[in-house]
T-cell receptor, first 110, second 116 residues
């Protein structure tokens, strides 16, 4: 069974640009979660999508947004990038107990 | 004050030692407790989860929850060099349907090194 896959692995953007990160959940999982892992801040909850709808949102500004597609894959968009957005962005999926995480996208803003 | 506190270590132990990893929390609404292991350049991997106070054992791993003290622990017996990783505690409030609103609150992680 394929795990949670994320692309790209690494992304380098300039301040002010937009970044798009993609996630494919485990087959059969309908919920997708996005987390940010920034140095010194730990894992912070960003967004939860289920059945195509945004179900919950963490304490992040509106320039962090995303969507979930009919095949349950998801993308995270970060607009007007700031230097402090540099982090590992992790996607997870679940079907009940426990979340399975992907290996993440390392976003670097320069 | 952070909702979940975890000593970042680093913790260095010899192979075969018993390792104790701990987290404290302040939100008494937390009902679902997890331990994740994260290797370098990888996403977190779920090790154990539990809903209730008491102990839960899985192989060399034992998870312990004390809700009255707001304290959770993970014990690793007969530690191996392959156990060297960052260990993250995570916890969640559950809704009436038993799901988590999507939000897990993580500790900062403890860096563990097991040397041969």
């Amino acid at each position: 069974e394929a795990g949670v896959t994320q692309s790209p692995t690494h992304l380098i953007k300039t301040r002010g640009q937009q970044a798009t990160l993609r996630c494919s959940p485990i087959s059969g999982h309908t919920s997708v979660y996005w987390y940010q892992q920034a140095l010194g801040l730990g894992l912070q909850f960003l967004l939860w999508y289920d059945e195509g709808e945004e179900r919950n949102r963490g304490n992040f500004p509106p320039r962090f947004s995303g969507r979930q597609f009919p095949n349950y894959s998801s993308e995270l968009n970060v607009n007007a990038l700031e230097l402090e957005d540099s982090a590992l962005y992790l996607c997870a999926s679940s079907k009940g107990y426990g979340y399975t995480f992907g290996s993440g996208t390392r976003l670097t803003v320069v | 004050q952070k909702e979940v506190e975890q000593d970042p270590g680093p913790l260095s132990v010899p192979e075969g030692a018993i390792v104790s990893l701990n987290c404290t929390y302040s939100n008494s609404a937390f009902q679902y407790f997890m331990w994740y292991r994260q290797y370098s350049r990888k996403g977190p991997e779920l090790l154990m989860y539990t809903y209730s106070s008491g102990n839960k054992e899985d192989g060399r791993f034992t998870a312990q929850v004390d809700k009255s003290s707001k304290y959770i622990s993970l014990f690793i017996r007969d530690s191996q060099p392959s156990d060297s990783a960052t260990y993250l505690c995570a916890m969640s409030v559950l809704n009436a349907g038993g799901t988590s609103y999507g939000k897990l609150t993580f500790g900062q992680g403890t860096i563990l090194t097991v040397h041969p």
